[in-house]
């Protein structure tokens, strides 16, 4: 039997690219004056297929702009059974209170909602009071949901020994004692508190979208032989591919990924359209895709060696993530023959 290359098990929903703040390092260079945004009918079709998912996250933009279709999203999900995490991804812009915030995570509590994720950063707290995101944070442990607070910084910053600030008064103000690092990889940073068990990812900028525009030296620079080996969740891990981390990611526009690329608004590895094709259509069609096969099969380190011992001009390049890498081998069209049948 032959073994699958994509079988994804999470379900990530840019449900809008509108958002009140205007990040300097945002990969969706997201924005107010964005419009374009999901229908809960849509979805709801979508999330009917997902027999095999396990995992729903909704994210943006801003995801609150719109809690109604949060609301609905996270219900039929949770009612369709398979789905045990269901999450949504915030930059807190409406936790006004510590009232008001209750009143919000409880009504999606209702729904199903066991999961948040919260932006928070230098970057987002230039345009949101840190007291919101405390806000947030208290009335979700309350509410017994799950906190994921996501911290980017530059890359000097995030290779600095010491926490973020940011942690640090998140930490002292939900009345969490100082974090033991749970890991710590070239590309992210993880820990966890002890008392109330807040899980914090830190991470570096990523050079797409608007935060393409900024220095240079914000970015990492990596050769990838190094722990970015593994980081692809599309290419085997040993002998085997594990499909457990795998995701499907749908933009507000309804074009389909089949992975969590920060590049994705760009055009990275579509596979097409949740509103014109069947899920079974567009895993079948990652499936079979050469350059994902290649991918899944190679792996990207292999796919390192093998473009720069063919193609010089690649020799001696540092990216600042393997998703870096692959999208930029992926739009190079003198690569296309590589990747054939």
């Not at 107010?32 to 998912?53: N, S, W």
């Not at 807190?92 to 509590?109: H, I, M, P, R």
């Not at 690092?181 to 914090?200: C, F, H, M, S, V």
Request: charged share 20%; hydrophobic share 40%; with cysteine.
């Amino acid at each position: 039997m032959t073994e699958r290359l994509y079988s994804p098990r999470i379900l990530s929903l840019i449900t809008t690219f509108r958002c009140p703040a205007r990040c300097n390092h945002c990969s969706f260079s997201c924005s107010p004056e964005e419009r374009v945004e999901m229908e809960l009918e849509k979805i709801g079709t979508l999330i009917a297929q997902c027999q095999d998912f396990n995992k729903i996250t909704l994210s943006g933009g801003e995801a609150f702009l719109n809690v109604p279709l949060i609301a609905g999203i996270i219900s039929q999900a949770s009612q369709q059974g398979n789905f045990k995490i269901r999450g949504v991804v915030t930059n807190c812009f409406w936790a006004s209170s510590e009232t008001k915030a209750g009143e919000v995570l409880e009504s999606l509590s209702g729904a199903g909602l066991n999961l948040i994720g919260i932006s928070c950063d230098a970057f987002h707290q230039a345009y949101i009071p840190l007291a919101q995101v405390i806000n947030a944070i208290k009335a979700a442990l309350s509410l017994r949901i799950t906190v994921q607070v996501n911290v980017i910084s530059p890359h000097d910053l995030f290779q600095s020994a010491a926490l973020p600030e940011v942690v640090l008064a998140l930490m002292k103000a939900v009345g969490e004692g100082r974090p033991t690092r749970e890991y710590d990889l070239a590309y992210a940073q993880g820990y966890k508190g002890r008392d109330k068990g807040i899980t914090i990812f830190h991470g570096e900028v990523t050079p797409a979208g608007r935060a393409s525009g900024l220095p240079a030296e914000y970015m990492g620079s990596y050769d990838l032989t190094g722990d970015w080996k593994d980081a692809c969740i599309l290419q085997k891990k040993g002998a085997t591919i594990s499909q457990e981390g795998q995701v499907l990611t749908v933009l507000p526009d309804y074009r389909a990924f089949p992975c969590c690329s920060l590049y994705a608004r760009e055009g990275h590895l579509s596979l097409g359209n949740i509103a014109e094709e069947p899920l079974s259509a567009l895993v079948e069609k990652a499936q079979s895709d050469p350059f994902l096969k290649a991918v899944a099969q190679i792996g990207i380190l292999g796919l390192k060696e093998i473009i720069e011992k063919h193609f010089p001009r690649y020799r001696g390049k540092r990216y600042g993530s393997a998703c870096h890498f692959c999208h930029t081998i992926s739009l190079d069209k003198e690569l296309e023959g590589l990747f054939s049948p």
